[in-house]
């Protein structure tokens, strides 16, 4: 069975930075497709970054340059690195898994950890 767990959520400064964790079991990890997604409330959830089995990434527009996704496969865990937070990143960020680059089918949701960025 495929688990999925995000951390590294919290309160943050505005300009602060904060680093999340997603951690998979029950799947081959160097195979699979991590991508994450925020939340706001009252809002849809949106693609915020992903990286892909071979290592490419993609990062929205609204954090490219100041985000950055990576993956260690000896860890079975990737990461999204959060540098000069704004306000509007206020959001629960989810970690979802694809078991590979060729399908999203089925594909797995970790809980989700808050992010909070205020003064």
């Known amino acids: 069975q495929v688990q999925v767990m995000e951390s590294g959520g919290g309160l943050v400064q505005p300009g602060g930075s904060l680093r999340l964790s997603c951690v998979v079991s029950?799947?081959?990890?160097?195979?699979?497709?991590i991508r994450w997604y925020r939340q706001a409330p009252g809002k849809e959830r949106e693609l915020v970054a992903y990286?892909?089995?071979?290592?490419?990434?993609g990062h929205t527009e609204s954090v490219r340059g100041r985000f950055s996704i990576s993956r260690d496969n000896t860890r079975d865990t990737a990461y999204l690195q959060m540098n000069s937070l704004k306000p509007e990143d206020t959001a629960v960020y989810y970690c979802n898994v694809l078991l590979s680059d060729y399908s999203d089918d089925p594909q797995y949701w970790g809980q989700g950890t808050q992010v909070t960025v205020s003064s």
């Open positions: 029950g799947s081959v990890f160097s195979a699979n497709v």
């Open positions: 990286i892909s089995s071979g290592g490419r990434v």
